[in-house]
């Protein structure tokens, strides 16, 4: 949360290019990695926590199991609404960035800690994911060349048009996920941090449980982004290859 390296941090880091350096490979050790090594807090966090509590789950459940019930049900209905049928092959993935996400924001409000989406090689790198995997799965759904037809438009004379427009708006998606996330969870880890310089116990709380709130809301707004990616890549072969109205099979000719 803060501008400066923490020890902890520094001495990874140190540690990390040493061990670079006696393999041979020769890196700038200009780079600052805080945010490699608050990723690696989350990754590790996340083993050793489902790891423990995949085999406590009971009938009757704890407080933390129905923190994780909510989150699960909750996600799972909207890629369900958003994506539609088929939507148990992408919840893995759209669950998972959802979760490493949140926690990612919340973590810079802990004073030891910063928030590994402040950084825009964390946020693209999420955001990239979501372009590279909704291209393979239309892809693979539809096929590369009927794919590809999709962005030269719904006529042939026109596709010189379309073509560079659909390039444009594809190429943005991740641009806009990552610089939207990393803006907003830069700029409240900053003013949180500028505030408990100046004051640092009660005026910085109201505006920490508002961080909170806006972190909730980029998770949601990146996940609800990803389904409509997701939907948009593999819904052009499903409205033009079901011949069903409304779950009807049409009745044969005559």
């Known amino acids: 949360m803060f501008e400066h390296e923490f020890g902890y941090v520094q001495w990874l880091t140190a540690r ?10 020769h890196l700038d050790h200009s780079h600052k990695l805080d945010h490699v090594w ?21 009938v009757y459940p704890t407080f933390v199991q129905q923190v994780l019930e909510v989150y699960f049900r909750y996600v799972q209905g909207i890629v369900k609404d958003m994506i539609g049928h088929g939507w148990e092959r992408y919840f893995p993935l759209i669950g998972t960035l959802g979760l490493f996400i949140l926690f990612s924001n919340l973590l810079g409000l802990i004073p030891i800690f910063k928030s590994p989406t402040s950084s825009l ?6 955001a990239i994911t979501i372009f590279v995997y909704y291209h393979a799965h239309g892809i693979r759904q539809q096929g590369l060349l009927k794919y590809l037809k999709h962005f030269a438009g719904p006529v042939w004379w ?18 806009s996920l990552s610089v939207r996330l990393f803006g907003n969870i830069f700029g409240e880890d900053t003013i949180l941090a500028i505030l408990f310089m100046l004051v640092p116990f009660f005026v910085p709380l109201p505006l920490m449980c508002l961080a909170i709130f806006t972190s909730l809301v980029q998770t949601l707004v990146f996940v609800m982004l990803s389904c409509v990616y997701i939907a948009g890549a593999i819904a052009h072969e499903e409205s033009h290859g079901d011949s069903s109205v409304g779950g009807l099979e049409p009745e044969p000719a005559h």
């Open 158 to 175: 026109l596709a010189w048009l379309f073509i560079p427009v659909e390039l444009i708006g594809h190429f943005s998606r991740p641009l």
């Open 121 to 126: 090689n964390v946020t693209f790198a999420c």
């Open 38 to 58: 608050m990723s690696a807090i989350i990754f590790l966090f996340f083993v050793l926590f489902f790891g423990f509590w995949k085999k406590r789950y009971k």
């Open 16 to 25: 990390f290019y040493e061990f670079t350096d006696r393999m041979g490979w």
